[in-house]
C-alpha cells in the first residue's frame, strides 16, 4: 500500500502538467496523434483507480478504528491528499464564495450578535485596484501582441484568472474582517488566507503599537511575534499569557506568543479589546511607537 500511495502522488505530479499541455495544445487548434490521447486517458484512468482505492482503504481502516462516517472520510482525505492541495483548494472555494457575498452586498462574513468586526482592508484597496489596473491592462495588450495561439491561450488563461484572484481576495478581505467577540475574544484573519482563533482568557494585554514588519504573513519571529500586516503596516499588539497555534497560508502549523495585526480603527479595537477582559485583568496601553 505504501507502493501505491507513493505511485500515485508522483503520478499525479507528472500527469497534471501533461495534461494542462494537451488541454492548451486543443485550444490553440494542435491536432494531436491518436497514441497521445489513448496514452493520456489510460495514465488519467488509472491514476483515478489507485487514488479510489487509497480512499477506500483508509477509510475503512479508520472506520474500523470506531470514526464515524463523516469523520472517516475526512481523515482518509487528510491522509490521501496533501495539506497544501487541501489548503488551496479551501482557499479557492472560499475566495468565490466571499466574492459572492461582497457582489450581493451581504454582511461580513462570522461576525454575530454582540461581536464587533475590525476592517483592515481599506488600507489596501488603492494597491489592488491598481494591481487590477495593470492586469487588465496586460490582458488586453497581450491578446492583441502575441501571435502563437497555444501561447496566446496559455497567456490569456493566467491573465484573467489573476484578474479574478485580484478581485476576489480583495472582496474576501472586505467581508471577512477581523472580530472582536462579544465575550472578548479575537479572531484575526487575512480574507481568505488565514485565520487565527484567539480564546479572551489568552489575552494579557492590547496596545496601540505601529510597526513595519518585514516577515512573511504570519509567520512568527525568533521571539514569537507573529505579524498580521496589511500595506506593510501593524496597528495594534497583542500580548499572549500562553502560545497560540494556528494554519498559515500554505497549511504549515505555527505558534505565537504574540500577535501584531493591522486594524483600520486601532483605538476602537484596543479600546474594546482591553474593556472585555475580566475582572479588569487585560490591559489596553495607548502607546505607539514605529520601528
Known amino acids: 500500500m505504501t507502493a501505491l500511495r507513493r505511485a500515485v502522488s508522483w503520478g499525479f505530479a507528472g500527469v497534471a502538467p501533461c495534461e494542462l499541455a494537451i488541454f492548451m495544445c486543443v485550444v490553440g487548434g494542435v491536432r494531436l496523434a491518436p497514441a497521445v490521447w489513448l496514452a493520456g486517458e489510460l495514465a488519467v484512468s488509472a491514476l483515478v483507480a489507485g487514488a479510489t482505492a487509497l480512499l477506500l482503504f483508509d477509510y475503512r481502516r479508520h472506520r474500523r478504528e470506531g470514526l464515524h462516517r463523516h469523520s472517516a472520510f475526512l481523515a482518509a482525505i487528510a491522509d490521501d491528499v496533501p495539506a497544501s492541495v487541501r489548503k488551496l483548494i479551501s482557499h479557492e472555494m472560499t475566495l468565490a464564495t466571499s466574492f459572492m457575498r461582497w457582489a450581493t452586498r451581504r454582511g461580513p462574513h462570522g461576525v454575530r450578535g454582540g461581536d464587533h468586526a475590525v476592517p483592515y482592508a481599506p488600507a489596501q484597496t488603492a494597491t489592488m485596484y491598481g494591481l487590477l489596473f495593470v492586469c487588465v491592462v496586460e490582458t488586453v495588450a497581450l491578446a492583441y501582441l502575441i501571435p502563437w495561439p497555444v501561447v496566446h491561450v496559455a497567456t490569456l488563461v493566467l491573465d484573467v484568472w489573476g484578474c479574478s484572484f485580484l478581485l476576489a481576495l480583495h472582496a474576501s478581505c472586505v467581508v471577512r474582517p477581523h472580530v472582536i467577540g462579544a465575550d472578548g475574544s479575537l479572531r484575526l484573519r487575512y480574507g481568505a488566507l488565514l485565520d487565527i482563533r484567539i480564546p479572551a482568557d489568552r489575552i494579557a494585554s492590547v496596545r496601540l503599537d505601529r510597526a513595519f514588519p518585514h516577515g512573511k504573513l504570519a509567520a512568527a519571529d525568533e521571539s514569537g511575534v507573529a505579524d498580521v500586516a496589511v500595506a506593510g ?29 493591522y486594524a483600520d480603527d486601532p483605538v476602537s479595537a484596543v479600546r474594546r479589546l482591553g474593556g472585555a477582559g475580566r475582572n479588569g485583568s487585560r490591559r489596553a496601553v495607548g502607546r505607539t511607537r514605529q520601528r
Do not use: C, N, Q
Open 233 to 261: 503596516l501593524t496597528t495594534v499588539t497583542v500580548e499572549l499569557t500562553e502560545p497560540v497555534r494556528y494554519v498559515r497560508v500554505l497549511g504549515k502549523h505555527a505558534e505565537a506568543r504574540a500577535v501584531r495585526f
